[in-house]
């Protein structure tokens, strides 16, 4: 499964993609991509992605998605029963809202994340016991693979 999980901060510059690695992404995404997300960041896509239009609004590329059959979407009860340890809670820099999208990665099939908060993506690259590939732009993950 090509999965891979986007911040909210992310999302938005799929609405009016100005660059082409969004352009890239983009098309990746309505052929062969999967987008990964939870009910809490459905939500937060919702609040930041909503009055936005565009075709390539988050929400439509994932209603597309759902049309095609396929739904990513990890359930609230797997959610519920990852928790983290409170040592793991001690080192992360991650701020505590964050934690349920830490916990959508770590639950992905590939655990492929791009966000624009940098604590969020060293906590997940060196989450201990998940092999995790986050980053801070589309370009430095190689989500084709």
Known sequence: MKDIVLDTMIAKNLCNPVAPIYKDFIK?????????????????????????????????????????????????????????????????QTHKKDYPIMKTVLLSNRKYFVSGEATIVADLNSFPGHNCLAACQIGHIPYRN
């Open 28 to 92: 990746w995404l309505s052929e062969d991509g999967i987008l990964c997300y939870s009910q809490f960041l459905l939500n937060e896509y919702n609040r930041g992605t909503s009055s936005s239009p565009s075709p390539t609004n988050i929400l439509a590329l994932i209603d597309r998605q759902l049309r095609r059959g396929i739904n990513a979407k990890v359930s609230t009860e797997a959610m519920k029963q990852f928790t983290f340890s409170k040592k793991q809670i001690r080192v992360m």
